[in-house]
């Protein structure tokens, strides 16, 4: 690419070409970077004492872009502006000179986040300044190539930078009033990558609060990253508040990748979905902190806003300790709060009018029973014990409803009448051969875990197996469990899936299941462990074998962090291996199909017994199971 | 200040009695010659260079004078504005105050008519520039209707990103260019105003109310355009055409009203989105929030409706509007459990009482 500018309109100083300062003579190097205002050179000039050495510069001419041509580069260089271009050129000239006003003032002051102004003046019928040259590029041009930090911690370390070099703006009561990623250079780190050190760019619509300042800009910022009150050109309500918008609204590019949408019809506590790019794997409380203070940072109202970059990178720095680990403590969302506050209300309401409704109807009941009832007969509530109901058990045979994340509770198990629900076999202790004579094609299987209040759902690290790439049906899973998030473990599992949507029976065994804590310490999972007898069609395709054993041995996220759930799978038809029979003893309570599905007919007991044969040993074991079928009111 | 109902609208009729387009012109006019006589020589001059028919002008010109009528047709207004020799904020003035919206600065012609007014040439003047810009267009090129939804991204220039550049054009070169460079996004649509009516139209035809999530009412089903005029922005306004009954006040308020089929034309992109509707759908969405506090309700969405007409080229509220003074009391809500739209609609009926709103049996046939 030719490094020199060669628009149609505008023609950039050649390389080699003699800047003469008032001080000392530039030599220009190449061409940088063109805006609407000005051009940027890359220069040098000699060191006075040792000749050799050269001294690497940026140099801005004032050089406006005009489409009509009437300003042009002379031979010489220098600028040859005609005469109705004078009103034109006027606003750019007070920009400059505004941007460059500001420019010395705040690095009289000391400041490391803009590029030093080493020298400005006047020659070839225009202006320059000198600044000092570092090695970087332009946000823009990043965001355009979609390079973009790789984690929240990065985009809050840019942002505080930004902050500090705006600062140095509002210490001298000035407002930059243009920040957007055209103004921000990212400087390029030791090691080449992008890093979070940023100097600002362009100070050409800098806007002074002090009553002494002489020029009047026209330009007051970017569409999309203007606050409110310049884009109604309130200029009395112009603040640091007004610069604080829009860096938050670079740092919401940053995070979300979109620009700001119409804020005059978004409000809500959620700008940044937890579940996007840079959020998913944070904690919640990474994304509730992130919306708070982007919510606060884009308030409509300036009054509404941070007020100052003090009280922003105080919320900053209590973000960096949340992602540290350092910040635990519970981060109050208002907005939630004052949804929850309506819904009680609402909820109480409405309960308070279904109280009135229930007593009236229970008075009106009460009432009528007592006209029903004949005089001195006391009814006593009675409770009927299902443990009483006699059951031959096998405890080899673990019954466990579809679902459910531990097996029947004394081998009980109630349903709402007109209802039907499948029962699970896990047989222990089963040793028999496999049979290899089929690959299981698209059968796949994972492993997860859950957390409590954990709305992101399962958890299993995109690692899902195939049964295909398997030589003998068998898998080995390992989860890394490497969640920084603050949940309680709720519980564990293993996901089988028939992607054929076929009708076929399987018996799963896990054969290991075993939950390696934080500590190194290995937990047992007993529960998973065994032969699971599985039907598959096109309505239950998947299984989910589900235990909340953990509960026993480990208490949350952390407990768990830096250790593993470890899984032996293997997979096999049933019809080679065993012969299941489902019975039950009264149809007109309940009936079984010959998958394990009950079907709920009436209220009342019936008892379900399953056999299970083993065709090549002979060997039959046999449970029975209480269904207590009730009615669906409860 | 606080005011009932009644009060608003009795102070709003007082209001409009004393406001008239000929007061405005009045106030706006700083020459010697009568103006009665200005408008009618310039005018008549207007209309003739245009070849249109002048006769009845005088009598036009008489009746809006007297406040008999005033005049819709925004040419018309424009050639006022040049014929009193008003700078470009006085005719952005009295184009807010009379017709539906200010000076469009989206529309060639009308940014044409704005730099003409700047730089106080007549209004000749400002045709034979409209000419010389149709003749750099080539032949077969026609200027499209480009609409919102079909221009990339980096094209969606907000109208007051333009109108800032537009400020800084002191020559008529400077004008031919820049009204090529922005080409392709000039259009007689608003575009910025077409994104936000999508945006919140999509959410009254989906229905999203929120409740869903407290549980006390089921989701809403989708709407038509017709049920989402109905519903939520006809607001009890009589749909009878003929005004010769309604007061000052009602016509007023009832001017530019949405209807099904204009909100159909305005949807398909065929009409420009108005101020108005832009208004009533923020009603009607609640500013596309219901949580903003009470206490700082009416200047919460006062600077939210401000930013929306502003980013769309729109004038901005003023108390002196019959409508929008309604709209600013309709913010001023007494308790959480009340709504702009809610308190609208009982203005509404304030101002229309008598006048019931009634489906034409014409309506089930799709005509009003």
Redesign the interface.
């Known amino acids: 690419m030719e490094d020199r500018l060669m628009e149609e309109y505008r023609q950039s100083l050649p390389e080699g070409f003699r800047l003469i300062g008032r001080h000392r003579i530039y030599i220009i190097d190449k061409y940088i970077s063109a805006g609407s205002n000005s051009i940027v050179y890359q220069a040098f000039y000699q060191d006075s004492l040792m000749p050799g050495h050269r001294h690497v510069i940026l140099i801005k001419e004032l050089y406006p872009l005009d489409?009509?041509g009437r300003i042009t580069r002379a031979a010489d260089g220098s600028l040859v502006i005609d005469p109705?271009a004078e009103?034109?050129l006027r606003?750019h000239r007070e920009s400059f000179l505004a941007g460059n006003h500001a420019h010395l003032t705040i690095a009289e002051n000391g400041s490391g986040r803009i590029a030093d102004n080493l020298d400005s003046f006047e020659a070839n019928n225009t202006l320059y300044t000198v600044l000092t040259s570092r090695k970087g590029r332009v946000l823009a041009e990043l965001l355009e190539e979609d390079i973009t930090f790789p984690t929240v911690t990065h985009t809050v370390q840019f942002l505080k930078n930004l902050l500090l070099a705006l600062s140095a703006f509002h210490q001298q009561k000035l407002l930059h009033l243009d920040i957007s990623p055209d103004n921000i250079f990212v400087l390029e780190a030791e090691d080449g990558k992008l890093s979070t050190d940023i100097i600002l760019l362009d100070f050409n619509s800098v806007y002074s609060q002090n009553s002494d300042w002489q020029y009047d800009n026209?330009?007051v910022g970017?569409?999309g990253y203007m606050a409110?009150e310049t884009?109604?050109q309130r200029r009395g309500e112009f603040g640091p508040w007004s610069d604080i918008y829009s860096v938050c609204a670079v740092w919401y590019e940053l995070l979300s990748g979109e620009k700001l949408p119409?804020?005059?019809?978004?409000?809500?506590s959620e700008l940044i979905s937890p579940y996007s790019r840079l959020l998913l794997h944070e904690k919640e409380r990474t994304a509730l902190q992130v919306n708070q203070i982007l919510k606060k940072g884009l308030e409509?109202?300036p009054k509404?806003r941070y007020q100052e970059i003090g009280e922003i990178q105080s919320d900053l720095d209590r973000l960096l300790n949340i992602l540290s680990g350092a910040d635990r403590e519970p981060i109050i969302n208002p907005?939630a709060e004052?949804?929850a506050r309506?819904?009680k209300t609402?909820?109480a309401v409405?309960a308070l009018a279904c109280l009135i409704f229930l007593l009236a109807g229970t008075g009106t009941g009460i009432l009528l029973e007592k006209m029903l009832k004949p005089e001195g007969q006391s009814m006593e509530h009675t409770e009927l014990d299902l443990t009483q109901f006699p059951l031959e058990t096998d405890d080899s045979v673990v019954l466990t409803e579809k679902n459910i994340r531990h097996p029947l509770e004394n081998n009980i198990m109630t349903m709402p009448v007109q209802s039907s629900m499948s029962v699970r076999v896990n047989l222990k202790d089963y040793s028999h051969p496999r049979d290899l004579s089929e690959v299981f094609e698209t059968y796949g299987i994972f492993t997860i875990y859950n957390g409590e209040g954990d709305k992101r759902g399962w958890q299993f690290a995109d690692l899902t197996y195939d049964f295909f790439y398997t030589p003998d049906n068998a898998i080995h899973m390992e989860l890394p469990l490497q969640d920084k998030n603050e949940f309680p473990l709720e519980y564990i599992g293993v996901i089988f899936a028939n992607y054929n949507y076929t009708e076929t029976s399987v018996v799963l065994d896990i054969k290991d299941c075993t939950l390696v804590d934080g500590e190194g310490i290995s937990h047992e999972i007993t529960e998973l462990e065994g032969s699971h007898i599985l039907y598959f069609d096109e309505e239950n395709w998947q299984w989910n074998l589900l235990s909340e054993q953990n509960k026993n041995y480990v208490r949350d996220f952390q407990d768990i962090y830096g250790g593993k759930l470890i899984v032996d799978a293997e997979a096999g038809y049933l019809d080679p291996l065993l012969e299941v029979t489902w019975e039950s003893d009264n149809p007109d309570v309940a009936t079984v199909d010959e998958k394990g599905r009950i079907y709920a007919n009436r209220q009342g007991q019936a008892t379900i017994t399953v056999t299970i044969e083993d065709k090549h040993t002979g060997e039959i074991r046999k449970t029975q199971m209480l269904v207590h079928v009730r009615s669906k009111l409860g | 200040m606080n005011m009932t109902e009644e009060q608003i609208v009795r102070f709003l009729n007082q209001r409009v009695e004393m406001w008239s387009f000929s007061r405005l012109l009045h106030e706006n006019y700083s020459g010697k010659i009568p103006l009665q006589m200005l408008l009618s020589e310039k005018l008549t001059e207007y209309k003739g260079m245009r070849g249109e028919d002048t006769k009845g002008t005088a009598r036009k010109i008489r009746n809006w004078l007297n406040d008999v009528n005033r005049p819709v047709n925004r040419e018309t207004l424009f050639q006022i504005c040049f014929a009193m020799g008003l700078d470009e904020e006085s005719a952005d003035k009295v184009l807010c105050s009379t017709a539906e919206s200010g000076i469009h600065y989206r529309n060639p012609r009308e940014m044409i008519y704005a730099f003409c007014l700047r730089k106080s040439y007549d209004y000749p003047k400002a045709q034979e520039l409209i000419r010389r810009l149709e003749e750099r267009r080539d032949p077969g090129e026609r200027q499209e209707q480009l609409s919102a939804r079909n221009l990339p991204q980096e094209e969606r220039y907000l109208t007051i990103s333009v109108r800032d550049e537009f400020k800084s054009v002191q020559s008529e070169d400077e004008l031919i260019r820049f009204l090529e460079k922005y080409r392709r996004s000039l259009g007689v649509r608003h575009n910025t105003a077409y994104a936000k009516f999508s945006l919140m139209m999509s959410q009254l035809i989906e229905g999203g109310s929120g409740n869903e999530e407290i549980g006390i009412v089921p989701g809403e089903k989708r709407y038509s355009l017709k049920q989402v005029t109905d519903q939520y922005l006809r607001m009890g306004i009589p749909y009878e055409r003929k005004s010769r009954s309604y007061s000052r006040l009602q016509k007023e308020i009832k001017k530019h009203w949405p209807s099904a089929k204009t909100m159909e034309e305005m949807y398909s992109g065929k009409a420009d989105v108005n101020r108005k509707t832009l208004l009533l759908l923020y009603f009607a969405t609640e500013g596309m929030d219901p949580g903003i506090q009470e206490e700082n309700y009416a200047g919460e969405h006062c600077r939210r409706i401000n930013l929306m007409l502003s980013e769309c080229g729109m004038a901005l509220l003023d108390p002196h509007n019959p409508f929008d003074f309604l709209i600013l009391q309709s913010l001023r809500i007494k308790n959480e459990d009340d709504s702009m739209s809610r308190r609208m609609e009982r203005f509404l009926w304030q101002v229309f009482k008598g006048s019931m709103a009634y489906i034409n049996p014409a309506d089930e046939t799709g005509k009003m």
């Open positions: 489409e009509m109705s009103e034109f606003p026209y330009y970017k569409a409110p884009v109604l119409d804020m005059e019809l978004v409000y809500g409509i109202q509404k907005r004052q949804d309506r819904k609402r909820r409405t």
